[in-house]
């Protein structure tokens, strides 16, 4: 897949993310509990994931394998993904999705650029440079300018 199609999937992600935040803390709001509507999502998300798990998987991963992953992983990710959806649900409600979603994105762009600056995670080394902060400041100024 070439970049520009990696790119418009990116940024349709970034769609998704608002309608289902926005359906879901809906769905929290109707139900009078985050928590329920958050359990929702998580076990729909799950039950997709399997079913694509047992759609596209040829071959499971070995004994060694899964031995060789810190314990950690296996929770942390999961841990702050509930953590960050019921967030989302509870905030929207209170704050409306366009403001949550666009402090959420500035946290996400902020810390990515430092996350990627560091390689954390694992993932390729990609410099803060002036070009990023200044982008980060016109940003930050959007943000500003869109809430206020």
């Given at each position: ?71 950690y992983m296996w929770f ?73």
């Amino acid at each position: 897949m070439n970049n520009s199609s990696l790119l418009l999937l990116s940024f349709s992600v970034g769609i998704m993310v608002v309608i289902q935040g926005g359906i879901n803390a809906r769905l929290g709001v109707l139900l009078n509990n985050t928590l329920l509507a958050t359990s929702a999502a998580l076990v729909m998300s799950a039950s997709f994931t399997l079913l694509a798990v047992f759609m596209t998987v040829r071959e499971l991963p070995s004994l060694d394998q899964l031995q060789l992953i810190p314990t950690y992983m296996w929770f942390t990710g999961g841990a702050i993904s509930f953590l960050a959806v019921t967030l989302f649900y509870y905030i929207i409600p209170r704050i409306g999705i366009s403001t949550a979603v666009i402090f959420g994105l500035s946290g996400q762009i902020i810390f990515a650029a430092i996350a990627g600056h560091f390689g954390w995670f694992g993932m390729p080394v990609e410099p803060i440079t002036l070009k990023k902060v200044l982008g980060m400041m016109v940003m930050t100024l959007g943000i500003i300018l869109i809430k206020y």
